[in-house]
């Protein structure tokens, strides 16, 4: 027993001499800040590995770019790293295009991480790209392209098209005058006031939808199910699981399918469509008039609504279906 707490106490000793020999950790704060000038519309191409990413309009002369710099390293190079990025920040202009966080030196980025705010004219075009850390865009004329490998996204009121997509992380979007594209490895997605078509997938998530203005839906989500409000167009809507609620106007074919959940439609009070509605374990509501075409029963039901028209199905491995009218005020 002597002779073991002997050797334990020899590596603890031996442990501490190596350890006080190592470098400390070292972390080094630095930070620059850029004013270029530009005219007419903007196009800027901004990334950075790990940091976050702010953008806000301003002038319509100026494009103002603020980078916070964080270095760690084992060494003495983080001190040397961020005095180097400060001097020599990575922004490149060629008239009203802009490049921003792109470091060649691969040395210079290791153990680095930068975050920028900037301010913009109106009329950008955006392309926004990090390795890990949140995004926030609002008030651009666009289009707007962002990606994340994690963290969360927030944009808001965007006067073009608008594409988003995360590894991990929620994605919040409020107001856009084109078509939305939103894609998440895992988290939620929520859709306002979307005036243009709108595509939306998550692994796992929510989906949330509100929709001004006419275009296709296609949603996806393997957990989480969905709530999408104002479809006018065609739609397609699927869960792996989780209740789906929709409501609008099926100008277009629509496809509602869950794993396990309730579907719940509600359409106009005039609506004419062909219905083609099931459910394996559950029941289904019907308050339009349909006049049957096959199968009618507590678990299927095919038929003519008003004389038919665009093809609405709906299917669900377990949960109840309900197909109502509109209703004036919420109806979820």
């Known amino acids: 027993m002597n002779r073991s707490r002997f050797l334990l106490a020899n590596a603890v000793l031996a442990a501490v001499v190596v350890l006080s020999h190592l470098p400390a950790l070292a972390a080094v704060e ?3 800040q850029r004013s270029l000038k530009v005219s007419g519309p903007v196009d800027i191409d901004i990334t950075t590995g790990s940091g976050s990413i702010t953008v806000r309009t301003g002038g319509s002369d100026t494009v103002e770019v603020t980078g916070r710099i964080r270095a760690t390293d084992w060494s003495d190079n983080a001190e040397d790293k961020v005095r180097r990025l400060e001097a020599n920040p990575p922004i490149q202009q060629s008239g009203n295009s802009i490049h921003i966080g792109h470091i060649e030196e691969a040395e210079l980025r290791r153990n680095v991480s930068i975050s920028y705010e900037l301010t913009v004219p109106a009329q950008t075009e955006l392309k926004a790209h990090s390795g890990s850390g949140n995004q926030n865009v609002e008030g651009i004329r666009g289009p707007l392209e962002v990606n994340a490998g994690s963290g969360s996204v927030k944009i808001s009121n965007i006067g073009g098209t608008v594409r988003a997509d995360t590894g991990s992380g929620s994605i919040d979007i409020d107001h856009a005058k084109g078509n939305v594209r939103a894609h998440a490895g895992s988290g939620s997605i929520r859709a306002t006031d979307i005036g243009g078509g709108f595509e939306g997938n998550t692994g796992s998530g929510r989906i949330t939808l509100s929709q001004s203005a006419p275009g296709a839906v296609r949603a996806e989500t393997g957990s989480g199910g969905m709530e999408l409000r104002g479809v006018r167009g065609s739609l397609e809507a699927r869960a792996g699981s989780g209740d789906i609620r929709a409501e609008g106007e099926p100008t277009g074919g629509w496809i509602v399918h869950t794993g396990s959940g309730g579907v719940h439609l509600r359409l106009p009070n005039d609506a004419a469509f062909d219905l083609n509605a099931r459910t394996s374990s559950g029941s289904i509501s019907l308050e339009h008039p349909v006049t049957v075409q096959g199968t009618i ?9 008003r004389g038919g028209g ?19 005020g919420s109806c979820f």
Not at 298 to 303: A, V
Not at 310 to 328: A, D, F, H, P, R
């Open 310 to 328: 665009v093809q609405v199905e709906v299917e669900t491995g377990s949960g109840n279906i309900e197909i109502l009218g509109l209703c004036s």
């Open 297 to 305: 029963g507590r678990k299927q039901i095919r038929g003519k609504v």
């Open 30 to 32: 630095g930070s620059f």
